[in-house]
């Protein structure tokens, strides 16, 4: 892949954040999610590249932007697969929480998984901890082996988990084993990442989320030198047939090699709201200021950048 993509997904991520976040706090979750996805979609056309969507918001009948097999770029450049989650937190924004991100992936053709927008049971840690965890394992093995792998004590350990119904018997033995838990309420691409950055305090994702965030979240991590394991729930016989359609052994425990091959892959995201890796998008006057951080997986680059956007020259983010 051109390194100069790493720029130009930060750009495609920005326009997201920036048409997203003017419906922070305001309880129309749609319409951010609407924004996103028009600003997105804007920017991609200008990229050098011939994308695929191969893991997104759905087929191309049941999502009108950014759907699965969509082209994307300008037709011209390498050809790569993309991973997209325009708003990772349509109810973050909605209700002005923590978090809240726009994300996108990619690497070359035929490198990330190409599957279904459905759930994805879901374990992931940072570098420390790669090689020590099993999805099929229990929730205290995995502690342990966390604990030891970090020179830590279970007690010390704190586990994200999305706070939903289906993931009761999870906090349960969280709570048994002693650790320690932050539930969050959305935004699980976020909470992966955390698990490689030491001054977010998150040693651990557990839980069932979506498959297109399980696939971004590998694709940061393998940027990190950290891991994701995950395992397709389909929730009835159609999404069955969806996985069996794109070649996907629906038991199968993915691996990092098989959310994301190769020795390359590039992960931007922006933050739309504030969170504990990235601030969320302010507005002060004619002026809006993003912060986004960009990875490679083949230099190990991480960068954190701060952008200043004349809103004057981009009068479709400016306030109606």
């Known amino acids: 892949m051109e390194r100069s993509l790493t720029m130009e997904l930060v750009r495609v991520t920005e326009a997201a954040a920036l048409g997203s976040a003017r419906w922070m706090g305001r309880g129309k979750k749609d319409e951010a999610d609407d924004a996103a996805t028009s600003a997105m979609r804007d920017v991609f056309d200008t990229v050098p590249m011939k994308g695929t969507v191969v893991i997104g918001e759905g087929e191309m009948d049941e999502a009108p932007m950014l759907y699965i097999g969509e082209k994307l770029g300008t037709g011209f450049g390498p050809r790569v697969d993309v991973a997209v989650d325009p708003l990772e937190g349509t109810n973050i924004v909605a209700a002005g929480g923590w978090n809240a991100l726009a994300v996108v992936a990619i690497a070359d053709t035929g490198n990330l998984l190409h599957a279904p927008d459905m759930y994805m049971e879901k374990i992931a840690v940072g570098p420390e901890a790669v090689g020590k965890i099993d999805i099929n394992a ?170 200043t956007h004349y809103l004057n020259k981009k009068p479709h983010f400016v306030c109606k």
């Open 138 to 307: 229990s929730v205290l093995e995995n502690l342990q082996a966390v604990a030891k792998a970090k020179n830590k004590e279970v007690c010390d350990i704190v586990a994200t988990v999305l706070n939903r119904p289906r993931h009761d018997h999870i906090i349960a033995q969280l709570r048994e084993a002693g650790a320690r838990i932050k539930l969050i309420n959305d935004g699980d691409v976020a909470a992966a990442i955390n698990t490689a950055f030491e001054h977010t305090g998150v040693d651990i994702l557990f839980g069932t989320g979506g498959a297109p965030e399980g696939v971004l979240s590998a694709v940061a991590l393998k940027c990190l030198g950290g891991e994701i394991q995950g395992k397709l729930i389909p929730s009835n016989d159609e999404e069955i047939a969806r996985c069996q359609k794109m070649g996907i052994e629906v038991n199968k425990v993915l691996l990092m090699d098989d959310l994301v091959k190769g020795d390359d892959a590039i992960f931007a995201a922006t933050g739309v709201t504030d969170g504990e890796l990235l601030r969320g998008v302010q507005f002060t006057g004619k002026y809006g200021t993003t912060h986004s951080v960009v990875m490679r997986a083949k230099s190990g680059t991480v960068r954190f950048i701060e952008g």
